[in-house]
């Protein structure tokens, strides 16, 4: 007996190494809430602990500051090879907060010098998204991505009418439906449809083509879990005595007057697309429907491939905790030199 265990401890260590990376693109619209940040910073833990090959950030706010500040983050968190993408033409949303990514960007030390280094030398020519999509994915092992949408569905409703190209002979909707095993968004608000969500309502009819026509499951960690989870400000003030000067830190402390805490929209999607479902409850399939104001309706279906994440409020501090515990360690290599 005691041998048949001592076997199963050693097949259960090997099984551990051998568990693949998940293959992830992250699709953000990192510059209008600093949630986007605090979600950059755990998927970059992610990668140091080899959980996930993060193939790409693909941005939808346009402006050359979010490409910028992604720069900033690859290459502070020692990935600076990770491919990021931009969009043109996009939702109009500037106005709609103060710009922390442009902050961190324009920041400088004593000297008028950048206080943080990056590693491309032309943000403005950085590849448009739905075109890195295919690159990606035309590359990629079949059923093997996952993606994690986190702002407006422009990118992933262009990608979805993109026609064959160099990349591919496939159209892009055949193309995700080969390549792409999951998708994972934050949108949408399944208890109150009279609000509007602000990552549907941007760009309404990407939202409805993404829900209506995404050829893949799709789970949605919707507005009403995220406020259950609230970042601590204490911790962004206590917690990172390590790090000297911190992109994430410091966008936090630009997007509004310290101390505040904030809603966790973003992180929790990333959390479930790299973790799955320990930390949530996770609803019956069946399909979403988005409206032409802006509203996401439910409707419980077996033939459906739609799900949506809730929280009890145990599960809410859990993921608070683990949250706080990730986000305040230490990455595995970070690069400061100017």
Request: one cysteine or more; a negative charge.
């Given at each position: 007996m005691k041998r048949v265990l001592i076997l199963l401890a050693l097949?259960?260590?090997?099984?551990?190494?051998?568990?693949?990376p998940i293959n992830l693109i992250m699709e953000t619209d990192i510059g209008n809430d600093v949630d986007d940040a605090i979600a950059m910073d755990l998927l970059y833990k992610y990668v140091d602990a080899g959980k996930i090959n993060l193939l790409a950030t693909c941005i939808n706010k346009e402006g050359t500051a979010p490409g910028e500040f992604v720069d900033i983050?690859?290459?502070?968190?020692?990935?600076?090879?990770?491919?990021?993408?931009?969009?043109?033409?996009?939702?109009?949303?500037?106005?709609?907060?103060?710009?922390?990514?442009?902050?961190v960007v324009e920041l400088k030390d004593k000297d008028g010098k950048p206080v943080f280094k990056r590693t491309l030398k032309d943000h403005s020519n950085l590849p448009e998204a739905h075109i890195l999509y295919r690159k990606l994915l035309s590359k990629a092992a079949d059923h093997s991505v996952v993606i994690a949408s986190v702002g407006f569905s422009t990118n992933l409703s262009r990608l979805l009418e993109s026609p064959a190209d160099?990349?591919?002979?496939?159209?892009?909707?055949?193309?995700?439906?080969?390549?792409?095993?999951l998708l994972v968004t934050m949108a949408g608000n399944f208890v109150d449809q009279k609000h509007h969500e602000y990552n549907?309502?941007?760009?309404?009819?990407?939202?409805?083509?993404?829900?209506?026509?995404w050829p893949t499951p799709v789970v949605t960690s919707p507005f009403e879990l995220g406020i259950q989870v609230m970042y601590p400000a204490t911790s962004i003030e206590n917690d990172f005595g390590w790090a000297g000067l911190h992109p994430m830190v410091e966008a936090y402390k630009a997007y509004?007057?310290?101390?505040?805490?904030?809603?966790?929209?973003?992180?929790?999607?990333?959390?479930?697309?790299?973790?799955?479902?320990?930390?949530?409850?996770?609803?019956?399939?069946?399909?979403?429907?988005?409206?032409?104001?802006?509203?996401?309706?439910?409707?419980?279906?077996?033939?459906?491939?739609?799900?949506?994440?809730?929280?009890?409020?145990e599960q809410a501090e859990a993921i608070k905790a683990h949250f706080v515990k990730v986000v305040t360690s230490k990455p595995a290599n970070i690069i400061t030199k100017k």
């Amino acid at each position: 007996m005691k041998r048949v265990l001592i076997l199963l401890a050693l097949a259960s260590i090997l099984f551990a190494g051998c568990v693949k990376p998940i293959n992830l693109i992250m699709e953000t619209d990192i510059g209008n809430d600093v949630d986007d940040a605090i979600a950059m910073d755990l998927l970059y833990k992610y990668v140091d602990a080899g959980k996930i090959n993060l193939l790409a950030t693909c941005i939808n706010k346009e402006g050359t500051a979010p490409g910028e500040f992604v720069d900033i983050l690859n290459t502070w968190y020692g990935h600076p090879d990770i491919p990021i993408g931009i969009i043109h033409e996009g939702a109009d949303c500037e106005t709609d907060a103060i710009n922390y990514a442009q902050a961190v960007v324009e920041l400088k030390d004593k000297d008028g010098k950048p206080v943080f280094k990056r590693t491309l030398k032309d943000h403005s020519n950085l590849p448009e998204a739905h075109i890195l999509y295919r690159k990606l994915l035309s590359k990629a092992a079949d059923h093997s991505v996952v993606i994690a949408s986190v702002g407006f569905s422009t990118n992933l409703s262009r990608l979805l009418e993109s026609p064959a190209d160099e990349y591919s002979k496939l159209t892009g909707k055949e193309l995700v439906a080969k390549k792409v095993k999951l998708l994972v968004t934050m949108a949408g608000n399944f208890v109150d449809q009279k609000h509007h969500e602000y990552n549907v309502v941007k760009d309404i009819p990407a939202a409805k083509a993404v829900f209506g026509e995404w050829p893949t499951p799709v789970v949605t960690s919707p507005f009403e879990l995220g406020i259950q989870v609230m970042y601590p400000a204490t911790s962004i003030e206590n917690d990172f005595g390590w790090a000297g000067l911190h992109p994430m830190v410091e966008a936090y402390k630009a997007y509004q007057k310290m101390p505040y805490d904030r809603p966790t929209w973003d992180p929790t999607a990333v959390l479930f697309a790299v973790e799955g479902e320990k930390w949530f409850t996770v609803s019956e399939p069946g399909f979403i429907k988005v409206t032409d104001e802006g509203s996401t309706f439910f409707t419980p279906d077996e033939k459906g491939t739609r799900r949506y994440l809730t929280v009890s409020p145990e599960q809410a501090e859990a993921i608070k905790a683990h949250f706080v515990k990730v986000v305040t360690s230490k990455p595995a290599n970070i690069i400061t030199k100017k």
